[in-house]
């Protein structure tokens, strides 16, 4: 039987189209993940915590062969300056373990979800399903809609 989580439950609810995809329970980097699943690098997505120097953290989702760029993002989000917290502390704002940071498990609590634009060389993309074990694949359109995502420049 399939995982289901909050996150399976809630595209169920919204009649989406996805995939949930089960692999290992450890934390997994997109190099693994992609070889496991049998698709690209470039087609797997990684959610990255990025804080700002005030209000709520922001949700970089970036492919799994790329970097996110603090300084394209903080321009892109008009910032000054932005920073990566630790995996304990992105685990502690987040409420979420390092590996299952999804920004479809963080839907409507207040999480900015800037989406790198290369996401749009794919018609589906992977990325977490809210805890780790679970990718789940969908439209990139679906995701944008979902989570409000900004589309920009934002990894190297």
Same mark, same amino acid.
Not at 44 to 51: A, R
Not at 83 to 91: G, I, K, Q, S, V
């Given at each position: 039987?399939? /995982?289901?989580?909050?996150?399976?439950?809630?595209?169920?609810?919204? =009649?989406?189209? %996805?995939?949930?995809? &089960?692999?290992? +329970? #450890?934390?997994?980097?997109?190099?693994?993940?992609?070889?496991?699943?049998?698709?690209?690098?470039?087609?797997?997505?990684?959610?990255?915590?990025?804080?700002?120097?005030?209000?709520?953290?922001?949700?970089?989702?970036?492919?799994?062969?790329?970097? /996110?760029?603090?300084?394209?993002?903080?321009?892109?989000?008009?910032? =000054?300056?932005? %920073?990566?917290?630790? &995996?304990?502390? +992105? #685990?502690?704002?987040?409420?979420?373990?390092?590996?299952?940071?999804?920004?479809?498990?963080?839907?409507?609590?207040?999480?900015?979800?800037?989406?790198?634009?290369?996401?749009?060389?794919?018609?589906?993309?992977?990325?977490?399903?809210?805890?780790?074990?679970?990718?789940?694949?969908?439209?990139?359109?679906?995701?944008?809609?979902?989570?409000?995502?900004?589309?920009?420049?934002?990894?190297?």
């Amino acid at each position: 039987m399939p /995982v289901t989580n909050n996150v399976t439950r809630f595209l169920d609810s919204r =009649k989406l189209k %996805y995939t949930a995809h &089960e692999l290992p +329970a #450890e934390k997994l980097g997109a190099e693994e993940s992609a070889r496991l699943l049998g698709v690209p690098m470039e087609q797997v997505f990684k959610t990255i915590v990025v804080k700002r120097e005030k209000g709520k953290p922001v949700l970089a989702v970036v492919s799994g062969s790329q970097v /996110v760029d603090l300084k394209k993002l903080a321009s892109f989000l008009g910032e =000054k300056k932005m %920073y990566l917290p630790t &995996e304990r502390e +992105a #685990e502690q704002m987040t409420g979420l373990q390092a590996g299952g940071i999804s920004p479809l498990a963080l839907i409507n609590k207040g999480f900015q979800v800037v989406l790198d634009a290369s996401a749009q060389n794919f018609v589906e993309i992977h990325i977490s399903g809210g805890q780790r074990g679970l990718n789940i694949q969908l439209a990139v359109e679906d995701l944008i809609r979902l989570v409000n995502a900004k589309v920009g420049d934002v990894s190297n």
